[in-house]
């Protein structure tokens, strides 16, 4: 075990590549594979996911934003689409952290001011009034380091005595639900994201080798073995032993 927690070492940890290629498939022909596109977005920086916009031109000669919109629809578009635009197309103050790096980057400044600021207006967004503004939630979710979003995400649970999971469960449904929740889990601990998503691929009835074969390929140059031990929590067993 290496100690990055990959299992597969690489002259390179990020290749835009294969996630171009998996995005392609997810839109090519009847139907979208929505989660497919989630598990790529969600996991990425935003400085990757622009990499994998210029690979996905490279190899396939079309613009990902524009084939995200031609296939996805309402908030779920919205909020993919805004995950795929380069900091510098929000306005200064929304970019206040992302400008001091990327969302996954833990040390970047963080504005104590905007972090409650945010929360209260998550809070406005989605608990205080009849209805979500799911804008509000896409705006600070995709514009914001991680960083910054843990704490923002402790002052919402002083706010409105629950986590904002259970708003988001609560408030929004389908794939913008799905996909919410995703970048929530993974700013807290990306490597119990995807220990989840191969528990509930492998157990029950049928394995869904997609996913799978998805999470365990990407993940092997950068954090499976990590992945691997919160699975071991998860499942009370290894990955190895379910997936034989």
Do not use: W
Not at 147 to 159: G, I, M, N, P, S
């Amino acid at each position: 075990r290496d100690e990055d927690g990959s299992s597969v070492k690489s002259a390179l940890s990020f290749d835009p590549t294969p996630d171009a290629q998996v995005l392609y498939k997810a839109m090519k022909g009847f139907g979208t594979d929505e989660q497919a596109i989630i598990d790529v977005l969600t996991k990425r920086s935003n400085a990757q996911r622009q990499q994998i916009a210029r690979s996905f031109k490279e190899q396939f000669g079309k613009d990902l934003i524009t084939s995200l919109q031609s296939e996805l629809s309402g908030k779920f578009e919205r909020l993919l689409v805004a995950l795929m635009y380069p900091p510098f197309k929000y306005d200064a103050k929304e970019l206040h952290d992302a400008v001091k790096g990327e969302r996954d980057d833990p040390r970047c400044y963080v504005d104590s001011a905007l972090v409650l600021q945010d929360a209260q207006a998550l809070y406005a967004a989605g608990e205080k009034i009849r209805g979500t503004d799911e804008i509000q939630f896409i705006t600070v979710l995709c514009t914001r380091s991680a960083t910054h979003l843990l704490r923002v995400f402790d002052e919402y649970q002083k706010l409105a005595n629950k986590s904002l999971e259970d708003s988001i469960r609560s408030e929004t449904h389908g794939s913008l639900e799905d996909a919410m929740l995703a970048i929530v889990k993974c700013t807290r601990n990306i490597h119990a994201y995807f220990a989840e998503r191969l528990y509930h691929a492998l157990k029950g009835a049928g394995t869904r080798d997609g996913t799978l074969i998805r999470v365990i390929v990407s993940r092997s140059e950068i954090d499976l073995n990590l992945i691997k031990a919160e699975f071991l929590k998860i499942a009370g067993k290894s990955l190895s032993t379910m997936i034989v």
